[in-house]
């Protein structure tokens, strides 16, 4: 089992910069790529940023250029660093682990970043 905790979000005007943190704990080790997803009222689940355990970071064209996701595996956690956000990007953040056979996916309960104009 996995457990994900995220932290990092808020309240910010619009242009300002987050950074979103989550925090693995328990088996650890059967992770391979980790990401964030959000999710806005009324929307579907989309996804912002996925990070390979090797490093190999992928971004939507949505967030290019904005938001860029790292990860540090000592500490099993990976970060999301969110600049020029707009109102749009309002949404509850979704921290998600897949493990390396893809057979379990665990996601952690979620952290609101709210973006005022």
């Known amino acids: 089992q996995v457990q994900l905790v995220e932290s990092g979000g808020g309240l910010v005007q619009a242009g300002g910069s987050l950074r979103l943190s989550c925090a693995a704990s328990?088996?650890?080790?059967?992770?391979?790529?980790m990401g964030w997803y959000r999710q806005a009222p009324g929307k579907q689940r989309e996804l912002v940023a996925t990070?390979?355990?090797?490093?190999?970071?992928d971004h939507p064209d949505s967030v290019k250029g904005r938001f860029t996701i790292s990860r540090d595996n000592a500490k099993n956690t990976v970060y999301l660093q969110m600049n020029s956000l707009k109102p749009e990007d309002t949404a509850m953040y979704y921290c998600?682990?897949?493990?390396?056979?893809?057979?379990?996916?665990?996601w952690g309960r979620g952290t609101q970043v709210t973006v005022s104009s």
């Open positions: 998600n682990a897949v493990t390396w056979n893809n057979q379990y996916t665990y």
């Open positions: 328990g088996t650890t080790f059967a992770i391979n790529a």
């Open positions: 990070i390979t355990r090797r490093g190999s970071a």
